[in-house]
């Protein structure tokens, strides 16, 4: 069974763009979460959706937004990046809702410039 | 509110040493579930182990153990006879927030180095 795929890996953007990250959840799983990494935060719960819902957000400003598609993958949007943006984002798969086992992608690496 | 303390930052350990890497959480949800990630260089977590509020028992897989006690809410993890490839960072998590879903509350890491 194929894990979570993430595209692109990389990504390098100049601040003041906007950006869409992917995310392809493991074959059957409804539950698709993303998480911000920095040196300085570290691991932050940006935002959960389940069967094309959203059912759960961190604290972070609305210029970070999402959405799932019918298949379940979902993409990741952040509009006016500033360069506090540049970060890895990860994705995580789960089958279900409430505390199923997650399972992560490789991340996508974005730079802002 | 939930929140993972992850107090050891860096420990460097020579090869075939054991090395217990400490976890304290904080939550006031009666249930809730416990993780142990691997991040190794490559950036992709490793799921490791995973353990709900309600079975305390300690277990061991492999060369690897935890330690789960409610009392102290500690959640510690242990690696037997450390290899090389242990090296990554390994993160302590919390989730099953009342209402939070999948949300998982991550603690800073710890940069575990094994050394031939």
């Known amino acids: 069974k194929a894990g979570v795929t993430q595209t692109p890996r990389y990504l390098i953007k100049t601040r003041g763009q906007q950006v869409t990250l992917s995310c392809s959840p493991i074959?059957?799983?409804?539950?698709v979460s993303w998480y911000q990494q920095t040196p300085g935060q570290g691991l932050q719960f940006l935002f959960e959706?389940?069967?094309?819902?959203?059912?759960n957000k961190g604290n972070f400003p609305g210029r970070f937004s999402g959405r799932q598609f019918s298949n379940s993958r979902s993409e990741m949007n952040v509009s006016t990046l500033e360069l506090g943006d540049s970060a890895l984002y990860l994705c995580?798969?789960?089958?279900?809702?409430?505390?199923?086992?997650?399972?992560f992608g490789p991340g996508t690496r974005l730079t802002v410039t | 509110a939930q929140k993972v303390t992850q107090a050891q930052t860096e420990i460097s350990v020579v090869e075939k040493e054991d090395v217990t890497l400490d976890c304290v959480y904080e939550t006031r949800d009666t249930t809730y579930y416990l993780f142990w990630y691997k991040q190794p260089p490559s950036g992709e977590l490793v799921f490791l182990i995973r353990?709900?509020?309600?079975?305390?028992q300690n277990e061991i897989s492999g060369r690897y153990s935890w330690n789960f006690q409610k009392s102290t809410s500690s959640f510690n993890f242990t690696i037997t006879a450390s290899q090389v490839v242990d090296s990554a960072v390994y993160f302590c998590?919390?989730?099953?927030?009342?209402?939070?879903?999948?949300?998982?509350?991550f603690g800073t890491g710890t940069q575990l180095k094994v050394e031939l």
């Open positions: 998590a919390l989730g099953g927030a009342t209402g939070g879903g999948n949300k998982l509350t």
């Open positions: 074959s059957g799983h409804r539950s």
């Open positions: 995580a798969s789960s089958l279900g809702a409430g505390q199923a086992f997650q399972y």
């Open positions: 353990r709900n509020s309600f079975d305390e």
């Open positions: 959706y389940f069967s094309e819902t959203q059912r």
